[in-house]
């Protein structure tokens, strides 16, 4: 393999913390300006068309996510198994999953892109969405299933990018996106009233843009893994792979949103205000986990990497700086949603009953932070090995033996507080499993020995 650009990170030599920190930053600032996404299209409907707009786009978030779960989970498997490729300095096999990633993923979209256009509003049914909101919000799912391969796309490049250790360019390529983004919003509202189907218009055509720079920039600055690229290089030994890591990792995220559709009708059943007030907090809540989920990402390619190179030790001491740096984050973010909930509530709506019912919610979910970041970031160790299956038995457990049926029996006794108070116990179950799984030892069984290879390059 040549020698890796200035664009990539090695994690299997040289010190741990800042290259695990500097490969965070950039996922941390992508997920940043992936929410920013959704944020902006709640803080531009919410000031301008007003909350029963935000509660159609919200009703719409645990369809969309559940809808392209598999999806998502299975660009994971390609993110694994490039970064132990990449480890083992393996570039062949590197550019074969590549190719083999595409080939599976093009109709894959286009399937789910016919579906979710044909049956939204019978989905939107399903969860209880409110009739006032119901054509809202199926214009707006419509719109954004149709423009689902576009991000389907440029999540199996990010996956791609991860695994070489190259987090800038996505990064570059998304404040791209966020910037089109915020001015087609205002451009489809302000000047065309296009309504709230408007901003779904808008976010899939800068996910496309982003998509599109993504393959034109893999091209042009890691030719490597580009030259000599050919249609005969689909494996289905990787296909089948990729998918033992992905398909998983897929049915965990289908669990997981599938609960949420559950969750999501108990809260539809409340009113308004309360899926308005849901829909703001819950996007502050995730806005503020990102930094956990980003230091995961980056522990699992980092864990990845070290499978491939061998390394048990090295794989040992990445956990230990990335569960302090999680611990110290999760309690800082603690203190912070106390002192500045009903501020940032506020930047998406002045009405005081909404602005309620989200502090209530972010008050309660923010004394477990640090448990989600034990939860979180160990998950990383799993994603690097290609475990991915106790992660779906965790995420069955957590959610569907767990959460949902609280979320069913507090919210009958305590009303929408008894939902909020479901939500933490997903995350003590899911951190029993990922730190059993750890301390276990059960993924030394994914090293083997560096090979001559490996040792000589």
């Known amino acids: 393999m040549k020698p890796a650009k200035k664009q990539t990170m090695d994690f299997t030599k040289g010190p741990i913390v800042k290259p695990l920190l500097l490969f965070a930053l950039p996922l941390l600032l992508g997920n940043i300006l992936q929410q920013l996404y959704q944020i902006t299209d709640s803080l531009i409907v919410g000031n301008i068309l007003g909350k029963q707009a935000l509660a159609a786009i919200g009703a719409t978030a645990p369809i969309t996510n559940l809808s392209i779960a598999v999806a998502i989970g299975t660009t994971l498997g390609v993110s694994v198994l490039v970064s132990q490729f990449f480890g083992a300095h393996d570039t062949e096999n590197v550019k074969k999953t590549i190719v083999t ?9 286009i399937v789910i892109s016919i579906i979710g256009t044909i049956f939204a509003k019978q989905f939107l049914l399903i969860t209880n969405t409110p009739l006032e909101i119901l054509d809202n919000a199926t214009k707006y799912l419509r719109i954004t299933f149709l423009g689902s391969s576009c991000m389907i796309g440029y999540n199996v490049a990010n996956a791609v990018f991860r695994g070489i250790g190259n987090a800038k360019k996505p990064l570059f390529l998304l404040v791209l996106s966020i910037i089109l983004n915020i001015i087609l919003d205002l451009i489809f509202l302000l000047v065309f009233k296009t309504e ?7 976010t899939i055509i800068s996910q496309g843009v982003a998509f599109a720079c993504s393959l034109y920039f893999f091209k042009k600055e890691h030719k490597e893994f580009h ?18 890591i992905g398909i998983p990792s897929g049915i965990k995220g ?67 700086v990335s569960t302090t740096i999680g611990i110290v984050f999760s309690l800082l973010m603690t203190a912070f949603v106390f002192l500045g909930a009903e501020a940032g509530l506020r930047l998406f709506t002045s009405d005081d009953e909404v602005i309620r019912i989200g502090i209530q919610y972010l008050h309660y979910v923010s004394l477990f932070y640090i448990i989600y970041s034990l939860q979180e970031v160990v998950q990383g160790v799993a994603v690097g090995c290609g475990d991915t299956v106790i992660l779906l038995i965790s995420t069955l457990v957590a959610m569907w033996v767990i959460r949902v049926p609280l979320a069913f029996f507090l919210s009958a006794r305590l009303g929408a507080l008894g939902i909020w108070l479901s939500i933490p116990s997903g995350w003590i179950v899911a951190m029993l499993f990922s730190n059993g799984y750890y301390l276990s030892g059960w993924w030394k069984k994914r090293i083997t020995p560096p090979t001559k290879n490996q040792l000589s390059a």
């Open 227 to 244: 030259s000599k690229i050919r249609k005969s290089m689909f494996s289905p030994h990787l296909l089948k792979r990729c998918l033992s």
């Open 254 to 320: 289908s669990l997981y949103w599938a609960g949420f559709v559950f969750i999501t009708a108990i809260i539809n059943s409340y009113g308004t205000a309360t899926i308005a007030a849901y829909s703001i907090a819950a996007r502050i809540d995730a806005f503020i986990q990102l930094p956990l989920l980003s230091l995961s990402h980056s522990l699992s390619t980092y864990v990845g990497q070290n499978v491939g190179a061998g390394d048990a030790s090295r794989i040992k001491a990445g956990v230990r």
């Open 196 to 202: 709230v189907w408007g901003t779904a218009l808008a």
């Open 101 to 109: 990633t595409y080939w599976f993923f093009i109709p894959y979209a």
